[in-house]
């Protein structure tokens, strides 16, 4: 993410989104009731005259802003679009008032106007653009001859796969088994070089397969091997990618380890509902109350609920006592527990 303009008197900030994380931040940061301005493509028809039924018109790129009354971003496809009605634009393209989704694309400029712009909106604006230098990581669990691929990004995972192998049992030829070998390794190994920029790969799971694989690209792919790891685990598949997320290991390798951080801090707090801890609140009656008195340390929040008024002078108040902010992504397993929770909860300096 990078910022190209800023005024906070007029309460406009222009930035470039450069990778699917950053329209992921910028999802949560566009609210209902902004101005956002950016590129957008429209078929203009010929009103001149008459015209032939295949006549779709002339596609025209210009600048429009629209009055943000739906935010939706798209994972899977990464898209982000924010609908609402026309407020600028040439007039005599588009007919102002009318209804427009702006499709807001990679190193397309996206102006956003707010009437207030929260210290939170401004944290992750800044938080992107230092996560857009830190290093991509992936894991690859093979368990036999599957492999699935995990790729770390700030709003969770993706997965990828699984790569399965046409390896057959102890009856085959010894010769035709070590080439199905081959095969199934120089097929992960061009799958995972699809993802480009990967700094950091995590090759996991049980058995000797993992070991055989980074032998394999010690001799064919060294550069990838220099970046690769080796991390045992119970199993492979996702249960493989979760195992490696739980024991820290992304951030051991000074990768992007906020998805790992805050699925261990959810876990604390499961443990500690577990043991029907008094230092622990959950919900926003709890954790108000938590607040209120000093006892909140730390607070876990959904990354839903952060544009709530009510929940931004929580966290304010947090951090004026001293404690820390943990905002946690919904799409990860993590975020979803702690959904399940009432999206926010606390871990306490003390009992109440």
């Known amino acids: 993410m990078r ?8 309460g406009i900030i222009e930035v470039v989104p450069e990778t699917l994380d950053d329209l992921w931040h910028l999802s949560h940061i566009i609210e209902e009731g902004d101005m956002v301005s950016s590129l957008t493509s429209r078929r203009i028809q010929d009103s001149s005259g008459e015209r032939l039924r295949s006549d779709r018109g002339i596609k025209k790129t210009f600048f429009m802003g629209v009055r943000v009354e739906e935010i939706s971003y798209h994972k899977y496809t990464g898209k982000l679009r924010a609908t609402g009605t026309i407020e600028q634009g040439p007039e005599d393209l588009v007919p102002l008032g009318s209804h427009h989704t702006l499709d807001l694309k990679l190193s397309n400029s996206v102006k956003i106007k707010k009437d207030r712009w929260s210290k939170w909106n401004i944290k992750r604006l800044k938080d992107a653009m230092k ?7 992936l894991i690859v669990a093979i368990e036999d001859d599957t492999a699935d691929i995990g790729i770390i990004r700030q ?3 993706d997965y990828y796969g699984p790569v399965i192998g046409n390896i057959s049992g102890k009856r085959i030829v010894q010769k035709n088994r070590k080439q199905a070998i081959n095969d199934f390794f120089k097929e992960l190994t061009e799958t995972i070089e699809k993802f480009k920029d990967v700094q950091a790969i995590i090759i996991a799971g049980p058995g000797f397969s993992k070991g055989d694989f980074f032998d394999y690209l010690n001799q064919k792919n060294p550069d990838m091997a220099k970046i690769s790891l080796l991390e045992s685990t119970g199993a492979g598949g996702r249960s493989g990618i979760a195992e490696v997320l739980k024991k820290g290991i992304i951030e051991k390798m000074a990768t992007e380890g906020r998805i790992a951080r805050e699925i261990r801090l959810v876990e604390r707090v499961l443990e500690e509902i577990g043991k029907n801890s008094k230092t622990v609140a959950y919900g926003k009656k709890e954790v108000t109350q938590a607040v209120q008195s000093g006892a909140a340390e730390t607070m876990l929040v959904i990354d839903e609920m952060v544009k709530n008024r009510d929940i931004e002078r929580l966290m304010d108040q947090v951090e004026n006592m001293g404690g820390k902010v943990m905002i946690i992504s919904s799409e990860h397993d993590g975020g979803k527990q702690l959904t399940s929770l009432g999206g926010i909860a606390a871990l306490l300096r003390y009992g109440l």
């Open 3 to 10: 910022i190209v303009y800023q005024d906070t008197k007029k």
């Open 131 to 137: 996560a857009s230098k830190k290093p991509s990581a």
């Open 155 to 157: 709003y969770g995972i």
